[in-house]
């Protein structure tokens, strides 16, 4: 046998373990029996449909096997024979299982999407789905930081001493990442994503593609502008990722995600971070500010207002706070 041959050998095997490991990462109950089941022709010619003609993400991709998938890991009927009472059954099974509506909601979104397809290409008459009636949604309101607070961690990079095996360009980086996510509202994918050519400096904005692909400009702020080109010229970073790590690759969400958390230690906050919580923050100090519901829906990328909406309830919440501490008769 050749070196060559034994090396795509080798590099084979990794790939199969490495698809093992990630459908059993997949499943709810941590086996891989349920999304071991092999998707037939239909549900294959769907998820493909996905990729060529919605431009669905990886993520999104990921999750639709796994909505279709985990379903037939419970019922083997024919797509087209299965029943409201087939899908009734399998809301119990999950809802049994201890998950949460949102995961419920999003299993059962995708079964629908599914079976929209089905009556526009398979010219299926039914759709049993949508006679499923799911559990309503917790109204949890988002966390937001305080001014003071999103203050507090922008600058903390620069206040903590660095690890000496970090380069000396790393702290620069983590206050461009902290405040780009608070300028402009990103979400973590789409900050991650972004090369050094979608900031644009004299337009003062970024270019971000979405969820679904979709293209948006949002402006930038100046101090996050200056952090990023503070950032650039230390760490000689001119083309490809705009946010690299120490092998100057793009880095990745995960860390990213560890970035903001480490810092979260050396300040005041009491509660758990996570960069969408700088998301909720940009949203609801823009409409404490007079923002229009509109505009902060097109700067975050929101295909419904009523996704933005969550964020007048915050801002009315605070107003309320404000009034009960500040009135003499509230």
């Known amino acids: 046998m050749s070196a060559s041959?034994?090396?795509?050998d080798r590099a084979n095997a990794r790939a199969t373990e490495g698809t093992r490991a990630n459908i059993s990462k997949?499943?709810?109950?941590?086996?891989?029996?349920?999304?071991?089941?092999?998707?037939?022709?239909v549900a294959e010619e769907f998820l493909r449909y996905l990729t060529n003609e919605r431009n669905a993400s990886p993520r999104t991709l990921k999750a639709y096997r796994h909505a279709l998938t985990s379903f037939r890991g419970e019922n083997k009927a024919p797509w087209k024979k299965c029943t409201p009472d087939d899908f009734r059954d399998?809301?119990?099974?999950?809802?049994?299982?201890?998950?949460?509506?949102?995961?419920?909601?999003?299993?059962?979104?995708?079964?629908r999407t599914f079976y929209q397809f089905l009556a526009a290409r398979k010219q299926l008459r039914h759709n049993p789905v949508r006679e499923v009636q799911l559990p309503k949604m917790e109204?949890?309101?988002?966390?937001?930081?305080?001014?003071?607070?999103?203050d507090e961690l922008l600058?903390?990079?620069?206040?903590?001493p660095k690890s000496r095996s970090a380069p000396t360009w790393m702290p620069l980086r983590d206050v461009a990442i902290m405040e780009l996510f608070y300028s402009s509202g990103l979400r973590l994918s789409e900050l991650a994503a972004l090369d050094v050519s979608d900031v644009d400096l004299y337009t003062e904005s970024v270019r971000v593609f979405g969820k679904g692909r979709?293209?948006?400009?949002?402006?930038?702020?100046?101090?996050?502008?200056?952090?990023?080109?503070?950032y650039r010229a230390t760490a000689n970073v001119h083309s490809g990722p705009l946010f690299i790590n120490k092998a100057r690759r793009r880095i990745s969400a995960r860390s990213v995600w560890l970035v903001l958390k480490r810092y979260v230690r050396h300040t005041s906050?009491?509660?758990?971070?996570?960069?969408?919580?700088?998301?909720?923050?940009?949203?609801?100090?823009?409409?404490?500010?007079?923002?229009?519901?509109?505009s902060v829906q097109a700067l975050l990328g929101h295909a419904s207002l009523s996704t933005t909406q969550i964020y007048t309830h915050v801002t009315v919440e605070r107003l309320k706070k404000a009034y009960a501490d500040a009135h003499p008769r509230a």
Do not use: W
Not at 139 to 150: A, C, E, G, M, S
Not at 155 to 160: D, I, M, V
Not at 214 to 230: D, F, T, Y
């Open 269 to 294: 906050i009491p509660i758990s971070m996570s960069p969408h919580k700088l998301r909720h923050s940009f949203a609801t100090h823009m409409l404490d500010r007079g923002a229009d519901l509109r």
């Open 214 to 230: 979709k293209e948006r400009v949002c402006p930038v702020g100046l101090p996050a502008l200056e952090a990023i080109q503070k």
């Open 26 to 41: 997949l499943s709810p109950q941590g086996s891989s029996s349920a999304l071991g089941t092999n998707l037939d022709s």
């Open 139 to 150: 109204k949890k309101l988002p966390l937001v930081l305080t001014r003071q607070q999103v």
């Open 90 to 111: 399998y809301l119990f099974a999950v809802m049994k299982r201890g998950q949460a509506r949102s995961y419920v909601r999003l299993q059962f979104s995708a079964l």
């Open 5 to 8: 041959s034994s090396r795509a």
């Open 155 to 160: 600058t903390a990079p620069t206040r903590e």
